[in-house]
């Protein structure tokens, strides 16, 4: 247990990340974040925002990290898609695990129950959505074509929005690169992931069964009366 809470601390340390890793570890864990289940707890923007800081005291390339991440964050998120398209339904019976919770699933649907494919966009700025939202997309058969034109336009916005976010901070706040944890500690108090959430249950509910959702504007439920003979 030790050893699993160091590694944690290690994976949240962003700043050593990006000194060691550089643009490959960057863009590693922007890919599983956005594209596998296990990668729900990477931390993706404050992980983005530190590489913007890193880009404007020299450390990093701005122009490389506009180009090559944007791309993991995309490539991650049509793996989502596929994994959701062949598992379908199936998908929300699969059972806890370590590295898997059908409550972020169910959150990610309910997400997506309330902003339709708007939510392939939105998604990206919200915490555990943005790793679930790609599957549930696929597993609702959402049109494909709809799904990379918001998942083109989601990654671009995201990854620009905080690294540029961290670039202009860095060439406002002398020395920030020493300001890196104070950073991260604004970032996590800012961070919009209840708003945008349906609800507050924590834990997926036995049984829970998805409902399928549509690419298309959201539907309305026509009644069709059919007249009873016997009634005057």
Not at 45 to 65: C, E, K, M, Q
Not at 91 to 120: C, E, M, W
């Amino acid at each position: 247990m030790h050893e699993l809470l160091d590694l944690l601390k290690k994976i949240h340390d962003v700043k050593a990340i990006v000194q060691w890793g550089g643009l490959t570890m960057i863009s590693a864990i922007v890919f599983v974040e956005t594209g596998l289940f296990v990668g729900f707890f990477l931390p993706g923007d404050s992980l983005l925002v530190t590489a913007g800081i890193f880009a404007r005291t020299g450390h990093l390339s701005l122009g490389t990290l506009l180009t090559i991440v944007p791309l993991c964050a995309i490539v991650g998120d049509q793996v989502g898609y596929i994994i959701g398209h062949k598992a379908g339904e199936a998908l929300y019976n699969r059972p806890d695990s370590l590295v898997f919770k059908r409550a972020h699933l169910k959150r990610a649907h309910d997400f997506y129950q309330k902003y339709g494919v708007k939510t392939i966009v939105i998604a990206r700025f919200v915490p555990i959505v943005r790793t679930f939202a790609p599957a549930v997309a696929g597993a609702a058969q959402m049109d494909y074509k709809t799904f990379v034109t918001y998942n083109i336009l989601g990654g671009i916005l995201w990854v620009f929005s905080t690294i540029l976010g961290g670039y202009f901070l860095a060439s406002m706040v002398p020395d920030i690169d020493k300001k890196i944890h104070q950073v991260i500690v604004v970032m996590g108090s800012c961070r919009c992931s209840p708003p945008f959430t349906s609800g507050g249950r924590t834990s997926a509910p036995s049984g829970y069964k998805p409902r399928r959702i549509h690419s298309n504007a959201p539907s309305s439920r026509t009644s069709h009366r059919s007249k009873d003979p016997n009634k005057s």
